[in-house]
């Protein structure tokens, strides 16, 4: 019988394709790592649910901030709980959620949110959790990063999300730990890697152009005669002063840009299998209203890198 060299050709195409496909079959085990972003990180979730929904097995989680927020939702088994609790949020329920409170180091407490956090998806302890969780936080005196492995779950998610300036720090021992996107905004080298996973990652970390316009129709929204810390604030922010120069937008876009420059370091040091680099300047970090949106940008997000990988 003869084979022509087109014929050796296309069975050696044939056989290639096929164990491909069996070496990404079996490459299904992820090690998935979600940044900071603010509201931005609602599309984690979608991206969570796409990655899922095409087979891929999420062994251990990492993340900073938001990230760390919605890894410990789906570490603990309650993502669609979590989603569904967003999908209910508009600007009154926010405002409600925010406790201001103007202080020499914050605007914001940040109990409020965490209470009611508890009140759909109890505390529980990291190392209790069904797979390797780890969150970032900021030693803020050090500079050197706190990795949560252990301990409660919802204070390693509170001393991630301490945003300087906004949520009040937290201390803890001898230590003040503020937002861990300060010093690693899409923790790689901090999640739990087992022999042949992928390494997943989802960067949300973008310039935050539109976060204190939000912020300040938010406030808007509430009455301010009762609360002096509302007052104060909405005096940090006057009316006449381009909204590109007043105190909160400087110290929040420093801190965006700096947030962005340290998640690209972080990809070049820790070059992920499969990334999902979203950047969404429609969207600002206080756009919790908009979950719906963004839940579906990173299912769309994700799908297209996924795509991308299988091919």
Known sequence: MNI?????????????????????????????????????????????????????????????????????????????????????????????????????????????????????????????????????????????????????LYSAIRASISLPAFFSPVKTGNKILIDGGITNPLPLNRVKRTKGDLLVAVNVSGHDYLGQSRMKRLIEKREMEGSRALRLLKRIMPENVHPEFNIYTLLNRTSSIMIHQNSQLAIRLTPPDILVDISMKRYGGFDYDKSTRLVNIGRKRMKEAIDGYEL
């Open 4 to 152: 022509s060299t087109l014929d050796l050709k296309e069975r050696y195409t044939e056989i290639k394709d096929i164990v491909i496909k069996r070496i990404q079959g079996n490459k299904k085990d992820v090690a998935l790592v979600l940044s900071s972003g603010g509201a931005r990180g609602l599309a984690h979730i979608g991206a969570i649910e796409e990655l899922t929904d095409r087979g891929y097995h999420i062994r251990s989680i990492a993340g900073t901030s938001m990230g760390a927020l919605v890894a410990g939702m789906y570490a603990t088994g309650n993502l669609e709980r979590f989603k569904e609790w967003m999908t209910t949020m508009d600007r009154k329920k926010i405002l409600s959620l925010t406790d201001f409170e103007l202080g020499f180091d914050h605007l914001v407490k940040g109990r409020r949110i965490i209470d009611a956090l508890k009140e759909i998806v109890p505390d529980v302890r990291i190392e209790d959790l069904p797979i390797p969780y780890s969150a970032v936080a900021t030693d803020w005196e050090s500079g050197h990063e706190v990795v949560f492995t252990e301990g409660s």
